[in-house]
Antibody, heavy 123, light 107 residues
Framework: EVQLVESGGGLVQPGGSLRLSCAASGFTFSDHYMDWVRQAPGKGLEWIGRIGNKANSYTTEYASSVEGRFTISRDDSRDSLYLQMNSLKTEDTAIYYC??????????????WGRGTLVSVSS | DIQMTQSPSSLSASVGDRVTISCRASQSIDNYLNWYQQIPGKAPKLLIYAASSLQSGVPSRFSGSGSGTDFTLTISSLQPEDYATYCCQQSFTPPYTFGQGTKVEIK
């Protein structure tokens, strides 16, 4: 089955760190660009960042709201994506989704989503 | 950053109604615009990519149009399973921003 499964969410204090994981299955993980998208309670979706594939030299890009605090990485041998979150703030409280990009000629979109993992930042 | 503004933020409609949702970009994004459906408690699902291309498996009652800064998602005949939140997303340039969402509710 083609799927993405996130894990690692939980409650953390402001200033703390957390590492999310995303396990991919059912497709050739190493071929795809992968992204993290989050959704704060009652809010819209927010793109956090992406990591390219080997052909792209695993280039990363981040939203300004997380740049310098969050790091996206991947392990193609384990079909896994990671999000290392440091210096967490209360406004980072959200459901975090792992997504797979689908690229079609000039266009791309988030073609596969995990079910998300909840991160709560609170004292 | 490119701002994506949807209207309305919510609407009430009956089964069989034609529903139109608008999405406006703060600058031109050509046709690099995707639409997603999100049902509470579930992950978003792609409906439309490249502004007007229907994702495989998505019912033909969904359609998208527009280019540049103004885009529209249309549901030609609303079905019970369509009650959800719909959001647009630009894939033109990072950060890849989303609209705030339009909640479609039962009238």
């Amino acid at each position: 089955e083609v799927q993405l499964v996130e894990s690692g969410g939980g409650l953390v204090q402001p200033g703390g760190s957390l590492r999310l994981s995303c396990a991919a299955s059912g497709f050739t993980f190493s071929d795809h660009y992968m992204d993290w998208v989050r959704q704060a309670p009652g809010k819209g979706l927010e793109w956090i960042g992406r990591i390219g594939n080997k052909a792209n030299s695993y280039t990363t890009e981040y939203a300004s709201s997380v740049e310098g605090r969050f790091t996206i990485s991947r392990d193609d041998s384990r079909d896994s994506l990671y999000l290392q979150m440091n210096s967490l703030k209360t406004e980072d409280t959200a459901i975090y989704y792992c997504t797979r990009e689908v690229r079609q000629i000039l266009w791309w979109y988030f073609g596969l989503w995990g079910r998300g993992t909840l991160v709560s930042v609170s004292s | 950053d490119i701002q994506m503004t949807q209207s309305p933020s919510s609407l009430s409609a009956s089964v069989g109604d034609r529903v139109t949702i608008s999405c406006r970009a703060s600058q031109s994004i050509d046709n690099y615009l995707n639409w997603y459906q999100q049902i509470p408690g579930k992950a978003p699902k792609l409906l439309i990519y490249a502004a007007s291309s229907l994702q495989s498996g998505v019912p033909s009652r969904f359609s998208g149009s527009g280019s540049g800064t103004d885009f529209t998602l249309t549901i030609s005949s609303l079905q019970p399973e369509d009650y959800a939140t719909y959001c647009c997303q630009q894939s033109f340039t990072p950060p890849y921003t989303f609209g705030q969402g339009t909640k479609v509710e039962i009238k």
